[in-house]
């Protein structure tokens, strides 16, 4: 598709947005009470497609004084364009995205409007810096602010029950605060802990030594050198695949476990009714729910797999943990399973921990937050100390309080990131979820905030007097002529007095 027909139709796919746009509005008004010169009613932690989506839904609902900050440069939000080193999304194409029921505002109008109908109709997922560059047009055409480089270091409790909380951001320009009645953390995969690493393996090499799949790769440094992986899944083929596709001499890369599983638990789970009511259940069903969901585990991708095998210097080695590593100069020696290997530089393909204390910006408040193991006790036999780990949350991903009387405030806080599996499946911020999440939360915020200020909103109708009656009487002169087309009859609609006069 030449470049300027491609402009020609996303300009125009623009215009249709803003008619659709205007067609579903509602006739809003901005019926917040403002909390006080410069507080927020929202703030939202992280500008990737799960802060955008939820600041669209919030606009929609007039929720206006929102706030979106993303540590990342504008454009670069989310992991799309640094650390996923996939050739396309693992989502299908056609599950609902970031559009709140906006039908030109979903992926698929995009990607037609960028690529044609042709295209669409041959993939099967969409490619991964096509589905950055669409959230950058979706930001761009819905109107979200997201103030990058930006990064929320902490979060206090309020002074008192219903006051703000206290968010300091570090930015370009230095530290500031800002004042906020409600705190979304919109953090993403990381966003409930941060990356496992597993210490004794690589807690004692040098950083020029190792890497986890997380981390910012400089590939091209690493052409011409031996590469060894650990961990079996899709990140740890991608990042095998990327450097080999950049040079690398080999990679040989090693699972723990002695069988790669074949089934994906999260493809059964991408229907309606399952994402939106998961999180009815009640706590032993969810908690059982889960734990066969990670003995089942997910395989990689099989396009990452054949990805890697498509090069002559890859091997791949199931039931093959790494006992033990070490640097013998410039190189790393790994003991796997008891035979020694050799490489230039190795790789954490390990995932991510779940451990709230790992989050700075929730330093101030963690021992506040209720988690899995605090409030269920599992039947014997059914225990699961990661489950355990996980935050326990209400139906609209608010944090709850280990003690309510010590934390009257907590359910002004909410985890719309990767902690929220437990409670909520993956309706929340995975794509194959976030439509349903973006939903639950926003209905629960919206909701909540119209039970705080049902004084006030009756106080405004208390205070209504603007007349529609104005006369019962003929029509005065100074008044607009009655619409006289009011017939479902299409004679009556065409006659010639079927006009306002």
Known sequence: MPLIDRDARLAALKVRIRDELDLLDYGGRDWVPSPGD???????????????????????????RVLVVDAAPAGLEGPWSTSARMRTLRTPKMLKGPDDDVPSLAPRSWFVAAYGQERWDAIRYIPRLDWQEYLQFYREVTGIDVVNETTVTAVAPPAHPDGPFTATLAGPDGDREVL????????????????????????????????????????DAWAGRRIGVLGGGASAFDVAGTALEHGAASVAHFMRRPEMPAVNPLRWMEYASFVEHFCDLDDADKWDFMRKVLEIDQPSTQSSIWRCFEHADYSFALGSPWLSTRMDGDEVVVDVAGVEHRFDVVVAGTGVAVDLRMRPELADVVDHIALWGDRYTPPSGKEHLGLAAYPYLTGS???????????????????????????????????????????????????????????????????????????????????????????????ERAAPDAVEV
């Open 397 to 491: 991903f608010q944090f709850t309080a280990r003690d309510d009387a010590t934390a009257p405030w907590m359910g002004r806080l909410y985890h719309f990131a990767q902690g929220a599996r437990v409670t909520m499946g993956i309706t929340g911020h995975q794509l194959s979820g976030l439509p349903a999440g973006v939903q639950r939360l926003v209905w629960g915020l919206t909701g909540d905030l119209f039970r705080e200020h049902h004084a006030r909103v009756r106080a405004d109708f208390d205070a209504y007097d603007e007349r529609e009656l104005i006369s019962l009487g003929p029509r005065p002169a100074d008044q607009p002529p009655i619409q006289r087309w009011a017939s479902s009859s299409a004679a």
């Open 180 to 219: 906020a009645q409600r705190v979304v953390f919109a953090t993403g995969l990381e966003g409930a802990g941060g990356i496992a690493v597993p210490r004794h393996l690589f807690g004692h090499l040098p950083d020029s030594a190792w890497a986890h799949t997380s981390h910012a790769i400089d590939f």
């Open 38 to 64: 410069g507080v927020l009613d929202v703030l939202v932690v992280g500008g990737g497609h799960a802060g955008q989506a939820l600041a669209f839904a919030l606009a929609r609902k007039d929720v206006r």
